[in-house]
């Protein structure tokens, strides 16, 4: 493109993927929040006494206002009336102060207050949502987890409102464009946020050698800050796009509660969101509960901490081999003119990749060893997002990420545990699985969020993708809480943290990607018959 035909910010490939990074970096801080107590589940136990039914209706209250109040369907109504960029700053403050309340939750400051007192006699019964069997709390909860329940419920309103307004700020600046590459890619960076919570929070839980998990959530409040930082920035770049384009989000074509029927009309839209719901529900809620499953199937020698492989810096080397992964394997995708070059960056990445796994399997730990997780995914998603956008076939993906998705629940399930008291062959099996599984959920975003401008009209695309939030956070509400209630079914009172069961709660969640992949069957069978376009190129 000349200079001559750039008029617009959007119209600059720099000016575009400078906004999509700021949208990006805010959620990989986000997401670092989003799971910052998932790696240290066997401390908070420990230290906190929350056992599994405590620790997975906390994880679940994340979304609990969001699906019980509606709060994500009054998100996408304020995304549509007052646009991108206010929504965007306002999630990333009500991300914060969720963030803050959560942190003085787990903080030693909390013991011993009137506020704790208070957190124990009270909220035990919850009129209406007990007697439906969805309440946030139960009696007998340690006060602290009912209290960063409260924080977690305020930072999820933030977090999924953040993502409803990436998506439709994504679409606003890529649209026929390269839209599935942007928000593939936006997800490849937001994703290396679990890889760097499963690293960074154990590590600063027990810096110095004194376990304090308030320490890991304070790491997660500083990037929330950091995270509105990048939201206000990208305020000031999306008003000056506004201005030059002369569109006006706030005022043109004003949304109506009506329109909300025109999207619960279409069959397409169903079928993505019930997809959504079941595909995401086997992830997030598994990613909360990884590291301890992993603990639980290998066979684990924890290094000396006197030594280089037990010590605080092997940490930020491993971080720096995964940063290389990442970056290397992401560049090489753009590489195509310079074929040497391509290839010699997929080399750097594989050979950074074996590296940092051999140093997870020196370390010992479970959290070094799943935070690969989004490795893969961050390689092949651009990838993906580029086929999607020339070749289309966003359908027949959903469906190959459901089938990984099955087999790799499967092997936790089934092979993993065979492997038990081999800590090569174990940490093998895991680390290949762990990969494939980041690899299926790079092929969902990939392929399903670029499909939703398709199925609705652009005015009220902002409520589509609230809509599809509302109905996946169901799900994730839902599947945290019935995991931990599974593990103390299935487990005998008293079982320690690292000696749980997890069988029948993969096979929980095999059972969603089963589900998922009949979804996707029936979705493709409907495009070919109406012509939805979901297989169908983004740019023509």
Known sequence: MTQNAITTLRDSAAMRWIALLLLALAMFCSYIFMDIL?????????????DSLAFGTMQGAETFLNVFVFFLIFAGIILDKMGVRFTAVLSGAVMLVGGIIKYYAVSESFYGSSLETWFTNNLNYIPLFDELGVSPFYRGMPASAKLAAV?????????????????????????????????????????????TCMIFSPYFAKLGGQVEVSRSVAFGVVLLCIALMMLIVYFFMDKKLDAQTGEAEEKDDPFKISDIGKILSSLGFWLVALLCVLYYSAIFPFQKYAVNMLQCNLTLTEADPNTFWGGESVTWVQYILMLVVAIASFTSNFMKQNKGLKYGLMGLAVVALVVYCYMGYMRGTAETIFAVFPLLAVAITPILGNYVDHKGKAASMLMIGSILLVLCHLTFAFILPMFKGSAVGGTIVAYVTILVLGASFSLVPAALWPSVPKLVDEKIIGSAYALIFWIQNIGLWLFPLLIGKVLNSTNPEGTAATELDYTWALVMLAALGIAALLIGIYLKAVDKKKGLGLEEPNIK
């Open 151 to 195: 924080g977690f419920m305020i930072f999820g309103c933030g977090c999924e409102m953040a993502g409803i307004t990436v998506s439709r700020g994504i679409v606003k600046w890529f649209k026929g464009r390269e839209t599935a590459l942007a928000m593939g890619s936006e997800m490849a960076l937001a994703r290396l946020g679990v890889a």
């Open 38 to 50: 998932s790696p240290i589940k066997d401390l908070m136990q420990e230290t906190r006494g929350w």
